[in-house]
């Protein structure tokens, strides 16, 4: 059994897609279509950038899931087959899960790509800059962080453990001086680094209320039907398939924890053997601390999609 999974923000870089439109018009549409739906040459800023620009949320993210998308749509064409033929399950870290829902036909790309410009935007503001952080305690178990997050909040101060990204790879968010009594705290405890990330925003914490209520919003109007393979939800390290569900999911998501690790081991446990990770080559990392023994194909490249097209 298969799984296609979709990595998250981070993962961007100048150039990314470049690749496969100029050597695919089936990828090439893909790029077109997001530029379209955004009113935006999203296409030449990934590029040519700036990279800073890029790296804005609402950039990155749509940018992510239209390379995710072409890889897929170039795969199904270069191997003549469907998704559905070659994967039980979907699932993407983060704004991957989008990606994921794209891809087994449960959204329509431009809608898919309005939806992550509104998450983007709603994320930067909910947050004014510098009063948000995340931090990477490593070497440290996911209960051991929950419980230094706790006792770093104050009443008017919070942090949480966001992203539980892999075994002893944790990320915290939320108010900055918060975040940085946790990293304090988890130096006393044994972690063996922690570290500030550069994002722009404090993710998946309750801060992002106010992008959740935005998401609701947006998600109550969206083209979404069911996918044609269930979701492992990032919420609830679960396979998911009926709409109304996904929906909450998804709002749930923006200040929810990101439960990579045990959609991993969720999949796992289904009978899931092989992950083929599209767009991007940031997961199998993460995949290989939580279980070792499970086979790891990527393809964010006209390369990697024609490997992976023999392999399937």
């Known amino acids: 059994m298969r799984a296609f999974i979709f990595p998250g923000q981070g993962s961007q870089v100048i150039g990314m897609g470049r690749g496969l439109a100029d050597a695919s018009p089936v990828a090439r549409a893909v790029f077109e279509e997001v530029d ?12 040519e950038g700036p990279e800073v620009e890029l790296t804005l949320t609402a950039n990155a993210q749509p940018a992510i899931m239209a390379v995710g998308i072409a890889a897929l749509r170039v795969l199904e064409a270069e191997a003549g087959m469907l998704l559905a033929d070659k994967a039980s399950y979907v699932a993407g870290h983060s704004l991957g ?55 770093a909040c104050t009443a008017t101060e919070l942090v949480q453990a966001a992203n539980d990204n892999a075994n002893g790879q944790v990320v915290v968010s939320g108010h900055t001086p918060a975040v940085a009594r946790a990293m304090a705290l988890a130096r006393t405890r044994g972690a063996r680094h922690s570290v500030l990330l550069p994002v722009s925003a404090p993710f998946h914490c309750a801060l992002m209320q106010p992008a959740a209520e935005a998401m609701a919003a ?71 601390r939580i279980t070792p023994d499970m086979k790891m194909l990527t393809a964010a490249d006209m390369a990697g999609v024609e490997a992976l097209a023999k392999e399937l």
């Not at 955004?38 to 030449?44: I, P």
């Not at 996918?227 to 396979?239: D, F, G, K, S």
């Not at 991993?264 to 009978?271: F, P």
């Open 36 to 47: 379209e739906a955004l009113g935006q040459k999203l296409s030449r800023l990934m590029w």
């Open 218 to 288: 947006a998600l109550a109007d969206a083209p979404l039907v069911a996918p044609v393979v269930p979701l492992i939800a990032n919420v609830t390290a679960a396979p998911v398939h009926e709409v109304d569900a996904i929906r909450a999911l998804l709002v749930a998501q923006v200040t929810g924890t990101v439960r990579w690790r045990e959609s991993v081991l969720a999949m796992a446990d289904l009978g899931v053997t092989t992950l083929v990770e599209l767009g991007g080559k940031v997961l199998g990392p993460m995949v290989r």
């Open 97 to 151: 899960e989008y990606t994921a829902l794209c891809a087994a036909r449960a959204l329509p790309l431009a809608a898919t790509a309005r939806l992550l410009r509104v998450r983007g935007d709603a994320m930067q503001a909910a947050v004014p800059a510098g009063e948000g952080a995340m931090a990477a305690l490593l070497g440290l178990g996911f209960d051991d962080v929950v419980a230094i997050a706790a006792e």
